[in-house]
């Protein structure tokens, strides 16, 4: 059949079952935004491209699908690299269509004309530019394809104008993907297996230590399987948070840079780590030389550039988390005897780190003057139960979330942890309420972070989305603010936002519903009030300003040289 | 370490670019690039010289192939190989000099390819070891220009270990 290059573009991602578009029109994309009323996509206009980019990732990390935004060529599209860059960093899968001039103008600076391809590509999984128009279903279907599966991540697709505007024939969406030189490895090799359950049975002091990946393998029930069945301790990168419930008696708590006393502890003096679609981060090991240096590693990651890339490992198996998980379930099944009292296995490890829990939990100074923003995110599991998405900016509002709320279910905490992206959390909450409209949606905020993509407030008041933002206001760049006491010597240098605009005033002139407390028997009250609230809410909580987050690995040191509150 | 690898890639626009990009992204050293096509329609083979430890030509490989373009990547240095580059030297050649540069040209096996009263042009070609020497003993004559291929390799027929 005939049909226009913009038509075609919606019938793919109709049939791919694309159910969101987030997208801000232009010049470049007015001929797919003149056919998209005609399909029975959700569009959700936002105010910044940023946001759309977000917003698609927020989605993407709350549900498991691939993310998709739309957004016009020139400035349209430099302003969702940000957007693109924190997914990437994060292994998000979301697929950006971006408009682009005409082919025949392509290199003579047209107006609007930048190479978002060249730009992005290397903060992209792998992107297009669509120069020949029966090409596009291909494209499309290999942008899905790769986005989504492996190592998932942003793929960027530009589109020539006049390739959206000719007229061509269409044979359909293909059903398969053809990749000579892209075939991820889910399976893992058996023998790595067979060495992995040996090791687990020798060890004395087993500490599993699970991430992002695992998240994203959906192997979170399979890992309750192997920690339970063994009662092997674990913990958490900030992505894997939620990967394991954050009540049950074996979790330790994110490990770290702000990780716990016990997680870090466990760390130094574990003899065998478990890491499950981790990538060890400078701010997960710390200084490299002395990261568990009485530890075995075995490393499940499907993507063998994590491997071996910052920390030694013993075991490596290149495999999606999930099916090595079965995989070593299958084998660690065979060495159980059935009369075996497994749990008295570890129990002296294990005692071990409930007497670091007990003599270093993680605690703050309590106040009944001023609120501590701990304390708002305790009220607010507390007043959720647990049974909320939380969203995160950046800085300390961002660790604060990470220790004091207890994330009971994979993908409830999405936030920016590769790239560190202020301004992430709003839109990412935007794009987890349109997914999922009836469950309580929290951006927990810094005064400095809001400011960022503040404009949102109006894609989320249009479309009636009931996100609380729950502002942490102590009138400084936090993070970098505690940085300067710690390391610079109390050098505030422009970390002090001496100006900030009333949250509440903002809110109301946006539409939404804006609360401030100023005083710890205030906030209950106004997070009730929040909650309850069918619009969206603004939740302006004056903290006090100088908090810091402990515990706190100084950057470069090893994990054992924590600073305690 | 010095490694060679052979990389064979789709033949697209921005492949040269994911490569090149790829490098500098990541602080690998470049010490030599050589691309052109293969028989095979649509794929070109580049063949690239690092420097790196172990652990760095471990990553520099692995990322290669995890880059979507990239078809095959191999580490010539774990297999027997043949490695050749050309060189193309414009020396000054003044009568006095002649003799002797002819005579290096024969001991090297090169060609002379151009030559005009004062200068010659010499084709080169061999190991990176073999060009190094040569250079260094046409310099003392005066090297004008210089442009080197870069390395290419080949697997040999026969691996003995
Ligand atoms: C202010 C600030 C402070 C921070 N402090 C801390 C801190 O104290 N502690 C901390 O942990 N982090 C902290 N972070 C976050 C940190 O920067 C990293 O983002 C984080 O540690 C990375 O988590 P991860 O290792 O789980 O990797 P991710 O980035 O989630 O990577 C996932 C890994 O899993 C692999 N993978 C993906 N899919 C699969 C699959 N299906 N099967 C198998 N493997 C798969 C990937 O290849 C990758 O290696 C902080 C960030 C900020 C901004
Ligand atoms: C876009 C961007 N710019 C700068 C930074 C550096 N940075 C990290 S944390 C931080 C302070 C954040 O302040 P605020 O949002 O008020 O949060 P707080 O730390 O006070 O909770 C800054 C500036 C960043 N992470 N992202």
């Not at chain 1, 660690?332 to 294990?350: A, T, V």
């Not at chain 1, 007043?383 to 939380?390: E, P």
Request: glycine share 8%; hydrophobic share 40%; net charge neutral.
């Amino acid at each position: 059949m005939k049909m226009k290059g913009a038509k075609i573009l919606l019938e793919c991602l109709k049939d791919e079952g694309v159910e969101v578009i987030f997208g801000f029109p232009g010049g470049a994309v007015l001929d797919i935004y003149h056919e998209l009323p005609n399909y029975p996509f959700k569009h959700v206009l936002v105010r910044h491209e940023q946001g759309a980019v977000h917003a698609a990732d927020g989605y993407a990390r709350a549900t498991g699908r691939v993310g998709v935004a739309l957004v016009t060529s020139g400035p349209g599209a430099t302003n969702t690299v940000t957007g693109i860059a924190t997914a990437y960093m994060d292994s998000i899968p979301i697929v950006v269509f971006t408009g682009q001039v005409p082919r025949a103008l392509i290199g003579n600076d047209a107006f609007q004309e930048v190479d978002i391809v060249g730009i992005t590509r290397p903060c992209t999984k792998h992107n297009y530019l669509v120069k020949d128009e029966t090409q596009l279903p291909r494209i499309i279907k290999e942008a899905f394809y790769i986005a989504r599966s492996g190592r998932p991540g942003p793929v960027l697709v530009d589109l020539p104008k006049d390739v959206m505007a000719s007229t061509i024939e269409f044979t359909g969406y293909p059903k398969s993907v053809h990749l000579r030189s892209y075939n991820p490895h889910y399976h893992p090799n058996q023998k790595q297996i067979k060495k992995a359950a040996g090791l687990i049975f020798e060890s004395k002091r087993p500490l599993i230590i699970v991430g992002g990946g695992l998240i994203s393998s959906s192997g979170c029930e399979e890992l309750l399987w192997l920690a339970r069945k063994l009662k092997i301790p674990v913990t958490s990168t900030l992505m894997g948070l939620g990967a394991f419930p954050g009540n049950d008696p074996l979790w330790l708590g994110m490990l770290g840079m702000h990780g716990t006393y016990v997680a870090n502890m466990a760390v130094n003096h574990a003899d065998l780590i478990i890491a499950i679609g981790i990538r060890f981060d400078d701010r997960v090991t710390g200084r490299l030389d002395s990261f568990a240096p009485k530890a075995k590693i075995i490393h499940i990651d499907i993507d063998p550039t994590s491997i071996r890339k910052n920390v030694n490992v013993d075991i490596p198996i290149v495999a999606d988390c999930k099916e090595a998980l079965i995989a070593l379930k299958n084998e660690i099944e065979g060495y159980i005897k059935e009369e075996e009292d497994l749990s008295e296995r570890y129990q002296s490890w294990r005692d071990k780190l409930d007497a670091w829990n007990e003599s270093h939990p993680l605690t703050y100074k309590k106040s009944d003057e001023v609120i501590k923003p701990q304390f708002v995110i305790e009220k607010l599991y507390e007043l959720t139960g647990g049974d909320a998405i939380i969203t995160t900016e950046v800085g300390q509002n961002q660790m604060w979330a990470a220790q004091h709320f207890k994330y009971l279910k994979p993908r409830t905490l999405l936030t920016s942890g590769g790239l560190g992206t202020m301004g992430y959390g709003f839109p990412a909450a935007i794009g987890a309420q349109i997914a999922y409209p009836d469950k309580t949606v929290i951006d927990i905020a810094g005064d400095g972070s809001i400011q960022m993509n503040i404009q949102e407030l109006a894609t989320a008041v249009w479309y009636n989305l009931p996100v609380n933002i729950v502002i942490l206001n102590n009138s400084y760049l936090g993070m970098v603010r505690q940085w300067q006491e710690l390391f610079y010597h109390k050098n505030y240098s422009a970390t002090h936002l001496s100006y900030n605009p009333d949250f509440v005033k903002l809110a109301e002139a946006y539409g939404a519903e804006g609360y401030r407390a100023t005083r710890p028997d205030e906030v209950e009250k106004v997070l009730v009030k929040a909650l309850n609230s069918k619009k969206t809410c603004v939740v302006d909580m004056v903290v006090e300003k100088e908090e810091n987050v402990y515990p706190m690995v100084p950057a470069g040191a090893s994990l054992s040289e924590m600073l305690l509150v | 370490m010095r490694h060679t690898l052979s990389v064979l890639v789709e033949d697209e626009p921005g492949v040269l670019s994911r490569v090149a990009g790829l490098f500098s992204g990541r602080g690998f050293n470049i010490t030599s690039l050589n691309v052109a096509p293969t028989l095979e329609k649509g794929t070109s083979l580049m063949t690239i010289v690092t420097e790196g430890d172990e652990q760095i030509i471990e990553q520099i490989i692995k990322q290669l192939r995890k880059l979507i373009t990239v078809i095959k990547v191999v580490d010539m240095n774990s297999v027997k190989r043949v490695e050749r580059e050309m060189v193309l030297l414009k020396v000054n050649a003044q009568d006095h000099y002649r003799a002797e540069i002819l005579r290096i040209v024969d001991i090297f096996r090169c060609k002379v390819v151009d030559v005009s009263s004062t200068e010659m042009t010499i084709e080169a070609t061999g190991n990176s070891e073999k060009l190094s020497a040569l250079i260094n003993l046409l310099q003392k004559f005066g090297i004008k220009e210089i442009a080197r291929t870069g390395v290419v390799a080949m697997k040999r027929s026969m691996q003995l270990v």
